[in-house]
């Protein structure tokens, strides 16, 4: 069993900037692949980004290519996406995700960002 916590969600201005952080615990050793995703009220979960756990393949959603990256320290069993130059649309409610090598089962709190125009 891996467990996540996720921090650093908050309100911010469009063009601004956070940066979410997500601590595994737990079985962490185990982890192949930590993702972000999104949601907001009423509409489907979406994917955000992804990372291997060596860190040598990101993948990133369209909608936020260029803008957020995805990154990892291991020696904290953290990962990590800052976001730049958000948009009112980035606003939902983030989750963080690990995959042990069949999908992304381990999920995290969640966190809120909100983005004011």
């Known amino acids: 069993q891996v467990q996540l916590v996720e921090s650093g969600g908050g309100l911010v201005q469009a063009g601004g900037s956070l940066r979410l952080s997500c601590a595994a615990s737990g079985r962490a050793f185990n982890i192949a692949a930590m993702g972000w995703f999104r949601q907001v009220a009423g509409k489907e979960r979406e994917y955000v980004a992804g990372?291997?756990?060596?860190?040598?393949?990101?993948t990133y959603a369209d909608s936020v290519k260029d803008r957020f990256t995805i990154s990892r320290d291991n020696a904290k069993n953290t990962v990590y996406l800052q976001m730049d130059s958000l948009k009112p649309e980035d606003t939902a409610v983030y989750y963080c995700?690990?995959?042990?090598?069949?999908?992304?089962?381990?999920w995290g709190q969640g966190t809120q960002v909100t983005v004011s125009s």
């Open positions: 990372i291997n756990w060596s860190g040598s393949s990101t």
């Open positions: 995700a690990a995959s042990v090598g069949s999908g992304y089962k381990n």
